[in-house]
């Protein structure tokens, strides 16, 4: 698989059945936050397996401590090897780095993120990939997830994978209404998931407890699930389905967001309407 300017890692611990499992997102720990539902599958199946892929290369990181003198240059490769750790704690089939910059990803212009993105699918043929989600409040994850829906409408309907779920990263998926978004239980392996958040050391010692953040918002998603019983699992991923953006080449993307926001603020209303 050529790609523009990209590399593929093949970790020695790597899961070498067919990929089934994807996550393509914008930074490094950001599968990590938002695919481990995919992360945890692929490591536990003996028939299938989890890949990565990270679009931009590292080097607008927040950063303090330890790393505060780091130059971009130097959290490239800090985080590249980090992310390249994870993978290996994860067992992943393989972990693609595209080596991209943020602006490179947020330019709607920009077509050789798509053709990537478009090589990587037709060759590894996934059935789920996971990316961020279309309400994200970040512009780089935002740059993506649009990025991956042109390319998705782009290929073979054959080919296609079965399932996008657009993931919590830079924004929570908890206030979503509970029939328009998914529910993906995160409790197996607890250590795994702490271990596989706390590889990102330039993230943590920089000055983002990014691993505190991430399990505290699992645990909270499962309490606050239902307020009428018991907690069905332990830890809590939310996702909304991106599937119909794929499935319907013509289905505006900034009206499938925004149907979210007039579906939660309908339901507010109407509950409010019923008390008052």
């Known amino acids: 698989m050529k790609l523009n300017k990209g590399e593929i890692y093949v970790p020695q611990s790597a899961n070498k059945n067919k990929i089934k499992y994807l996550c393509i997102s914008a930074h490094q720990d950001d599968i990590e936050i938002m695919a481990y539902d995919g992360i945890i599958k692929g490591y536990c199946s003996k028939k299938y397996s989890f890949a990565g892929v990270v679009t931009c290369d590292g080097a607008g990181s927040a950063r303090t401590g330890a790393y505060q003198n780091y130059t971009d240059d130097m959290m490239k490769q800090v985080r590249i090897q980090e992310q390249k750790a994870a993978s290996e704690l994860g067992r992943y089939n393989m972990q693609i780095f595209l080596n991209y910059s943020s602006a490179e990803v947020k330019d709607p212009h920009n077509a050789q993120i798509e053709e990537d993105y478009i090589k990587i699918i037709n060759e590894l043929r996934p059935e789920i990939i996971y990316t961020h989600n279309i309400l994200d409040k970040h512009p780089?994850?935002?740059?993506?997830v649009i990025k991956l829906i042109k390319a998705l409408r782009k290929i073979d309907k054959n080919v296609r994978p079965?399932?996008?779920?657009?993931c919590e990263v830079w924004r929570?998926?908890?206030w979503v209404c509970d029939d328009s978004k998914i529910e993906l239980d995160v409790s197996r392996k607890p250590r795994l998931a702490k271990d596989i958040l706390n590889v990102f050391k330039s993230q943590i010692v920089g000055g983002k407890r990014y691993d505190?953040?991430?399990?505290?918002r699992r645990y909270a998603n499962a309490t606050y699930a239902s307020s009428h019983s018991v907690d069905g699992a332990k830890m809590i991923t939310y996702a909304i389905d991106l599937t119909p953006l794929i499935e319907d080449e013509t289905l505006s993307i900034k009206a499938f967001a925004l149907n979210y926001i007039d579906n939660f603020y309908s339901t507010v209303e109407n509950t409010l309407d019923k008390l008052i």
């Open 172 to 174: 929570d998926l908890d």
């Open 212 to 216: 505190l953040a991430t399990i505290g």
């Open 162 to 166: 079965r399932i996008v779920y657009g």
């Open 140 to 144: 780089t994850h935002l740059g993506v």
